[in-house]
T-cell receptor, first 113, second 115 residues
Framework: GAVVSQHPSRVICKSGTSVKIECRSL??????MFWYRQFPKQSLMLMATSNEGSKATYEQGVEKDKFLINHASLTLSTLTVTSAHPEDSSFYIC?????????FGPGTRLTVL | AQSVSQHNHHVILSEAASLELGCNYSYGGTVNLFWYVQYPGQHLQLLLK??????LVKGIKGFEAEFIKSKFSFNLRKPSVQWSDTAEYFC?????????????FGQGTELSVKP
């Protein structure tokens, strides 16, 4: 149980385009989902907290207009990287909370050319 | 602000050796504590967690951790490691979610087990 999926697992895009990443909780409902960014050989940095039906809460230094988060249902949150640039290339990981434990998706490798 | 510190960046052990990975956190209130493991090419998986009760917590795959409140520590242990334990290990801490908790990760410890 407590499985979280992400799609796509890997995406390559041109600079200036937007990319949408989906995060789904497959066998439970998650009122809260989280988005992290992981750099090579480094830890996970929390980007934002997403609550179903309300606006996401962004961590300091994370541009909310660049990283749009939508949590439309109890099983789906999306992260859209708008006008992506090479410095946005990274590994993006989502997690879903149930009930007091976070379960993590497999991550999405974004490469911006 | 909360912070989590893992003492070892990279640990190299031979099979059957004992393992202890250090984790300290800097929040004085009630905390929930976790160890996650990330095997090569795989996603983060929960090893064990502590919310309250017995401070010695047993997790999957023979791992255990001990919460020592006075030392703000939550060290991970395994009596005898296997080659398959080669992975990145992350300690993570949060205040209770009903208090606005956010899961904060330590820097991670890379464990390499030599066969």
């Amino acid at each position: 149980g407590a499985v979280v999926s992400q799609h796509p697992s890997r995406v390559i895009c041109k600079s200036g385009t937007s990319v949408k990443i989906e995060c789904r909780s497959l066998d439970f409902q998650a009122t809260t989902m989280f988005w992290y960014r992981q750099f090579p050989k480094q830890s996970l940095m929390l980007m934002a907290t997403s609550n179903e039906g309300s606006k996401a809460t962004y961590e300091q230094g994370v541009e909310k207009d660049k990283f749009l988060i939508n949590h439309a249902s109890l099983t789906l949150s999306t992260l859209t990287v708008t006008s992506a640039h090479p410095e946005d290339s990274s590994f993006y990981i989502c997690s879903a909370r149930y009930p007091d434990t976070q379960y993590f998706g497999p991550g999405t490798r974004l490469t911006v050319l | 602000a909360q912070s989590v510190s893992q003492h070892n960046h990279h640990v190299i052990l031979s099979e059957a050796a004992s393992l202890e990975l250090g984790c300290n956190y800097s929040y004085g209130g009630t905390v929930n504590l976790f160890w996650y493991v990330q095997y090569p090419g795989q996603h983060l998986q929960l090893l064990l967690k502590y919310f309250s009760g017995d401070p010695l917590v047993k997790g999957i795959k023979g791992f255990e951790a001990e919460f020592i409140k006075s030392k703000f520590s939550f060290n991970l242990r395994k009596p005898s490691v296997q080659w398959s334990d080669t992975a990145e290990y992350f300690c993570a801490v949060t205040k209770p979610y009903n208090q606005g908790g956010k899961l904060i990760f330590g820097q991670g410890t890379e464990l390499s087990v030599k066969p």
